[in-house]
């Protein structure tokens, strides 16, 4: 039984600006289209003017070759919305439009037909009708050459040419001493390389030249991959399908290092008893492209998969098991006067050691990490938090990225159909993303804090669409630093929501059941008149003081952003949620009306 269902809206949208403002009409600019990815298209599109915010951009596309357009979201306005965190990070959006059209079919040509238009007039090419086509999902390539690896001590037939241990197939010579380094690649794009079952573990503290003690590197134990494949042919390394093929790290730092090799395809593999399973990319140094890991298992590992380095892109993660070191029974946060009591309880300690970090971090454009199972993690799943994207500085500017670096910026992601469970922070973070950053139908479950996490988002849009999140005791949603430009839509969220300092922010057709986290079951703090929320469902805490509060800007300021200046505390720059009376609660539509039916 649910008891009360309550269903509100609540809306502080301007229809003005301020007396300064004087171009209404829009402009249309510069249209981007972003990276795709297999089921989604992502589009930019920069204007002048439209003061009023009274411009819109609707979407229809098809498939190429068929006759009948179909709908799609309207693009998301971003004005100018500011994105501010002490000195980690100050970024202003441009003027302008984003958005996705959403849940296409992979390696598939589209056209897509987007119109500007404004009741004040629309100048300039306002109709761009363009041909895009989605990613298909990478796969090894056929025509190259085949290598097979064995472990040490097969006593079967081999498949010819055969090889003991990894690198002495991948690299023309193999060794456990300082020879080691002397491999040069032996793979070229499209090869492939069979790995047979067995439990690859090697003793890197042994200086030998024995292949059964180390066949890697001495000290590290480390596999450095730099070969380079392509986005159709790359170097693959697979599972022979002959039984288990285990890596194991022997506690080393990284299992797998392939920073300097871009288009890597691994398949069926497991990764074990490593700091880092893969190590893909560090910030400002290196890091590779194009990295697919499919089918693979990642267990007693600190890190599953790892890059924040801005020049990855194109990561492919899909159908992996990650089980991290941390407590599998207990859920318990990692800050917090809440979670203090649990210490000592039945074996728990507070705050928790962080025995594994998160199962995937990434950074850059293009990712796509999908239908994957995460459980006993710091964090799930997460776009590096970086600071300012790079090209733009949070003391001295400039505010947002010159075009010569948008090819560096965090867009177009996706996290999609992924379950996860028992965290000590987050289960996803959006943090640092940029526009077009795409969190779809993936169920949350255990996490001591906000399952939809951005902390914070740049300009947006970000989409949580049809999410699940059940069991959150700090509750559902972290918007802070004045995260901007994030949509919420038909989301099931089993805790209270609490926006704490966000703009251009928008929920629609979401449910919402509380688990006493705190009073209100939604309350929100937006720097923005034009945030909104409406066609929601809410079953308010009983017994509790207020369910409701809304502090926005007053009807005739559309932003307001001097909470961000404020001295920086360990809550973040500027209050919290407004209490009960908070300005603009009560019904009423919402600028763009409702969002995607309820399916």
């Known amino acids: ?64 070759g068929t006759s009948e357009w179909k709908h799609a979201l309207p693009l998301l306005r971003l004005q100018g919305e500011r994105v501010k965190q002490g000195d980690q990070i100050d970024v202003t959006s441009p003027n302008m439009f984003a958005g996705s059209i959403l849940d296409l079919e992979p390696d598939t040509s589209y056209e897509a037909r987007l119109v500007m238009s404004d009741p004040d007039g629309a100048k300039g090419t306002t109709t761009r009708t363009v041909t895009v086509k989605t990613r298909p999902e990478p796969m090894p390539a056929t025509g190259g050459r085949v290598y097979h690896v064995y472990p040490h001590g097969y006593k079967g037939t081999k498949a010819e040419p055969s090889f003991e241990g990894l690198m002495c197939a991948y690299n023309l010579t193999c060794a456990g001493t300082d020879w080691a380094t002397a491999g040069r690649p032996r793979v070229k794009p499209g090869d492939v390389i069979l790995v047979h079952a067995g439990t690859y573990k090697y003793n890197r ?109 194109n990561f492919y993660i899909a159908d992996n098991t990650f089980i991290g070191r941390d407590d599998p029974d207990h859920v318990i946060g990692w800050s917090g006067n809440f979670w203090q009591p649990f210490n000592g309880v039945e074996g728990q300690k507070f705050p928790p050691v962080m025995a594994s970090y998160l199962a995937v971090k990434v950074y850059g454009p293009g990712h796509v990490i999908a239908y994957n199972y995460v459980a006993n993690f710091h964090d799930g799943i ?35 159909n992924n379950l996860m469970t028992n965290f000590h922070d987050n289960p996803f973070e959006a943090d640092g993303g940029m526009h077009n950053v795409r969190i779809m139908r993936n169920l949350m479950l255990n996490s001591a804090s906000h399952a939809f996490c951005n902390q914070p988002v740049i300009g947006g849009p970000t989409y949580w669409i049809r999410n699940i999140a059940y069991h959150l005791p700090g509750g559902s949603t972290r918007l802070t630093g004045g995260s901007a430009g994030v949509l919420f839509y038909n989301n099931t969220i089993l805790s209270e929501t609490a926006a704490n300092s966000a703009s251009n922010v928008h929920w629609r057709n979401n449910l919402m059941l509380g688990e006493n986290s705190s009073p209100a079951i939604f309350s929100v703090n937006t720097m923005t008149n034009y945030s909104s929320s409406d066609y929601n469902g809410f079953q308010p805490n009983p017994s509790a003081p207020f369910s409701f509060s809304w502090s926005s800007p007053p009807s005739n300021v559309p932003a307001d952003y001097s909470q961000l200046l404020r001295p920086f505390g360990p809550g973040g720059p500027g209050p919290g949620p407004a209490p009960a009376g908070g300005r603009g609660a009560g019904p009423g539509p919402g600028p763009n009306g409702p969002g995607p039916g309820a399916g």
Not at 15 to 24: E, L, P, R
Not at 382 to 400: R, V
């Open 1 to 64: 039984v649910l008891g009360t269902l309550m269903i509100a809206g609540v809306n502080r949208m301007s229809g003005g600006v301020a007396a300064a403002a004087t171009t209404n009409p829009v402009t249309a600019g510069e249209f981007v289209i972003d990276p795709p990815t297999l089921i989604n298209l992502g589009f930019e599109w920069l204007i002048d003017g439209d003061d009023n915010r009274n411009a819109s951009v609707d979407v229809s596309y098809r498939k190429q």
């Open 205 to 313: 503290l042994e200086y030998t030249n024995d292949p059964a003690v180390n066949r890697t590197v001495p000290m590290d134990g480390t596999y450095y991959l730099t070969a380079d494949g392509t986005a159709e042919r790359p170097i693959a390394i697979k599972a022979a399908g002959d039984g288990e093929v285990i890596f194991d790290g022997n506690a080393n730092f990284a299992l797998f290092d392939v920073r300097a090799a871009d288009y890597t395809y691994f398949e069926g593999i497991t990764f074990r008893n490593a700091d880092y399973g893969i190590l893909a990319g560090t910030q400002f140094l290196l890091g590779a492209k194009g990295l697919s890991v499919k089918h693979c298992r990642f267990e007693n590992v600190g890190v599953g998969i790892w890059s924040n380095y801005s020049g990855s892109s």
């Open 382 to 416: 997460d776009i590096e938090t970086y600071g300012n994207p790079d090209g733009s500085a949070a003391q001295g500017g400039p505010s947002y990225p010159p075009k010569s670096a948008w090819n560096l910026r965090p867009v177009a992601i996706d996290f999609y």
